[in-house]
């Protein structure tokens, strides 16, 4: 029987790429990517010939129970995603649990996840935080910040650029105006930022300077 391995990739700066990482993908039979023309770049990068196969949120339902039978017949198999941790917040848990179920070798390396240099950046306590990921954009989002308003432990969002200044506004109509927030963006990149401060002065710099990139919201918990 072959092994599943969930493989990081960097979130902006390629020299980010582990060694391990690296050579397991030159010795793996398939490599599942997200994207293949995003992660084809990658591997080129590397020097990496391995086929790939695209692997995302709109086939893995049908691809999972193939998947499984491949690694079952021997094949070694990676997981990659457009950026970081395969899993977090991307395509990778329901093929995970179907070889846990199926009681196949799951390796994950270590590796690049924004959220955690997004946590260390902001300053706020880090012994006991919660990732919320992507907030429910319609249902269950009112209800969501509801309960959230309450937590008393530092939380985790990510976030698309263009939504950036509602999710704020809304932070300072459920959490309070004076809630520390900390907003990191285009981590590990060129144009790499953290905002920080109160929500409402952290909504007015990006009022008055348009978020881009990728977005991790780190907020303080009730105090």
């Given at each position: 029987m072959g092994k599943l391995y969930l493989v990081p990739t960097p979130i902006g700066n390629l020299k980010d790429m582990t060694f391990r990482a690296i050579e397991v993908l030159k010795e793996v039979d398939l490599i599942l990517a997200e994207d293949t023309r995003t992660s084809g770049k990658l591997l080129k990068h590397y020097d990496i010939s391995t086929q790939m196969h695209s692997h995302h949120m709109h086939n893995e339902h049908r691809t999972v129970e193939g998947i499984v039978k491949r690694i079952q017949g021997g094949d070694n198999i990676a997981l990659i995603s457009d950026a970081g941790t395969p899993a977090i917040s991307d395509p990778g848990f329901l093929l995970t649990r179907a070889c846990v179920e199926a009681g196949i070798e799951v390796d994950c390396?270590?590796?690049?996840?924004?959220?955690?240099?997004a946590l260390v950046n902001s300053g706020f306590p880090n012994d006991k935080f919660i990732f919320e990921g992507f907030l429910p954009v319609k249902k269950g989002r009112q209800t969501r910040f509801e309960l959230l308003?309450?937590?008393?432990?530092t939380m985790i969002f990510y976030e698309s650029p263009h939504k950036l200044l509602k999710t704020l506004a809304q932070f300072i109509e459920y959490f309070g105006a004076d809630r520390q927030v900390s907003v990191s963006r285009e981590i590990s990149k060129l144009h790499e930022e953290t905002v920080r401060g109160t929500a409402e002065e952290v909504l007015k710099h990006f009022e008055n300077k348009p978020p881009k990139g990728e977005i991790v919201i780190v907020v303080a918990g009730k105090k």
């Open positions: 390396l270590p590796g690049a996840t924004a959220f955690v240099p308003a309450e937590e008393t432990r």
